[in-house]
């Protein structure tokens, strides 16, 4: 398994999107949390966005993931950055592949 950074970028014009959303999407995000596949989330303080830590097979297997996720239904999220993550020490450093 690779561990994956996911971040996600708002604009103001989204902000009524994922009011309407969250609730759906926090679900979602409980959900992969308690699976182990979601490691960590949560929005950056200036409200621009969030970051994700996913644990997935490869990127094919995160994108299948990210598809559901209500946020991107209800088109809350202007733009995503993907990138493999090798984390080292802490927390997370275990789940590294």
Do not use: C
Not at 53 to 80: C, H, M, R
């Amino acid at each position: 398994m690779t561990v994956f950074a996911v971040e996600y970028v708002y604009d103001a014009e989204s902000s009524e999107a994922r009011d309407t959303a969250r609730p759906a999407h926090r679900e979602w995000t409980a959900g992969l949390a308690q699976e182990g596949t979601l490691l960590a989330s949560g929005p950056y303080g200036d409200g621009a966005g969030a970051l994700l830590i996913f644990k997935a097979a490869d990127e094919q297997a995160l994108n299948e993931v990210l598809k559901q996720d209500p946020f991107a239904a209800a088109g809350a999220i202007s733009g995503t950055r993907t990138t493999a993550w090798a984390p080292l020490t802490g927390l997370l450093a275990g789940h590294a592949a």
